[in-house]
């Protein structure tokens, strides 16, 4: 990288840093009820208002792309954490509050984990440690064991990144030229049937992947350094057995990274500006159309970072549809708990065989569809398809890189118990 580059990337990091530290300072050394808390959402929007075009001048890639969401979500989180559901130093976990290093750090760590990992505030459907870890009969991970598992897979996670980018950018050289900057709905059955499973393949498993990756590299360095507990990081995502719904695949599989915040903001508005009836059903899908739409704002902003002109980004349509596909299943769910004369339609045991099948088709199909105008523009830019920094496959070739990643992925699921 150039000088540049590095000044770019130095300048961001300051940014990031003067993001989570205002915030945090203010929280242990402000009361809930303080003036001064508000101009935690000005600076950091302000903040995030200067960082964002950093991001783009460096971008694209994933990484300035996570950098984009990690400014914007502390913009949320100073809503949540200082004004809506306002936190001080008291409210810090136990055994991190004794000297203001400590209890910078705690506070550090609220904003930078909107999990709330181990806090009271932890998100409802945060997974829980692998099995693997359970044969030790500890509090927590070993730590050593941990960063074992945890690099062994990143570095499969890696080579299988390598290998999509890899057959991504084959597949856009082929095409270049000849598709529209925006997506065609009016194709054949059979190429809706190729673009819906193009489009489960880039979120359900490369995005799935890409994300993760980040994020475990990241739980490397913190507790490879001794910053962070191996307890503190558990996995990013969900079992993919959960996704067999609209409402499983956004609740139990997909990451929560944006949960808390967004829901803080979004009760905010519904209960306390609107005053919607608790527990209507007026109140409870507004607030599920309003978290979307924040995350739909969000990841506009985030393709703006990959040079996908907002004209031109499908966001806004793909997770502000997302509450739509909620409100079917749930009226099917209701509907169906008429028709069988049961009393209550939540599922209490393991559903049946027939009953997963149709939940995996059906969500399957919803999310195949509605994401298409999500990942197309990035489908059409070679530049947004560089998924890793090297690329291994080119110098041993994809035949060789496959066979690898086969046998390492059948030895890490014996070896360290991954689970899908």
């Not at 350094?225 to 191996?230: A, F």
């Not at 997302?322 to 028709?339: F, H, K, Q, S």
């Not at 209550?344 to 393991?350: A, I, M, R, Y």
Request: with cysteine; charged share 15%; aromatic share 12%.
């Amino acid at each position: 990288m150039d000088r540049a580059g590095s000044v770019l990337i130095l300048h961001i990091a300051c940014l990031y840093a003067a993001q989570c530290l205002i915030p945090a300072i203010l929280l242990i050394a402000t009361p809930k009820r303080s003036i001064l808390r508000y101009l935690s959402v000005p600076c950091t929007v302000l903040i995030a208002h200067y960082a964002i075009p950093v991001a783009t001048a460096l971008g694209p890639g994933f990484v300035w792309c996570e950098s984009a969401r990690l400014f914007l979500t502390i913009v949320f989180q100073c809503l949540h954490l200082l004004l809506i559901n306002p936190k001080d130093g008291e409210d810090l976990p136990s055994g991190q509050s004794q000297t203001f290093g400590s209890r910078l750090f705690a506070a550090t760590r609220l904003f930078t984990d909107p999990r709330g990992i181990h806090t009271p505030w932890q998100v409802k459907n945060a997974p829980s440690q692998p099995e693997y870890y359970n044969r030790w009969d500890r509090r927590e991970p070993p730590r050593a064991r941990f960063l074992t598992r945890q690099i062994s897979i990143a570095i499969w996670q890696y080579l299988t990144l390598d290998v999509f980018a890899t057959l991504a950018l084959q597949q856009n050289r082929e095409q270049s030229g000849t598709l529209p900057p925006i997506p065609r709905w009016d194709i054949s059955t059979e190429q809706w049937i190729e673009r819906i499973i193009s489009n489960i393949m880039a979120g359900f498993v490369v995005s799935r992947i890409l994300i993760d990756f980040h994020h475990r590299v990241f739980s490397i360095i913190l507790v490879g350094l001794g910053l962070d507990s191996p307890a503190n990081c558990p996995p990013l995502f969900g079992r993919a057995l959960d996704a067999d719904t609209v409402r499983g695949f956004w609740a139990k599989f997909w990451h929560q990274l944006l949960q808390r915040p967004l829901t803080s903001v979004s009760g905010f508005i519904t209960w306390n500006l609107l005053g919607l009836p608790a527990g209507s059903l007026l109140r409870r899908y507004t607030n599920v159309l309003m978290v979307f739409f924040f995350s739909a704002v969000l990841h506009v902003i985030i393709d703006l970072v990959q040079g996908i002109p907002t004209q031109e980004s499908g966001a806004m349509l793909f997770f502000t549809t997302a509450p739509l596909g909620l409100m079917i299943e749930d009226g099917i769910v209701y509907i169906w708990g008429l028709a069988s004369g049961a009393k209550n339609t939540s599922q209490k045991g393991p559903k049946p065989i027939w009953q997963r099948v149709l939940g995996f088709l059906w969500s399957m199909a919803w999310l195949g569809v509605t994401s298409t105008g999500f990942f197309y523009p990035n489908t059409i830019r070679p530049q947004n398809q560089v998924l890793v920094p090297f690329s291994v496959a080119s110098h041993i070739g994809l035949a060789a890189q496959a066979g690898v990643l086969l046998v390492g992925g059948a030895l890490l699921a014996k070896v360290f118990e991954v689970e899908v």
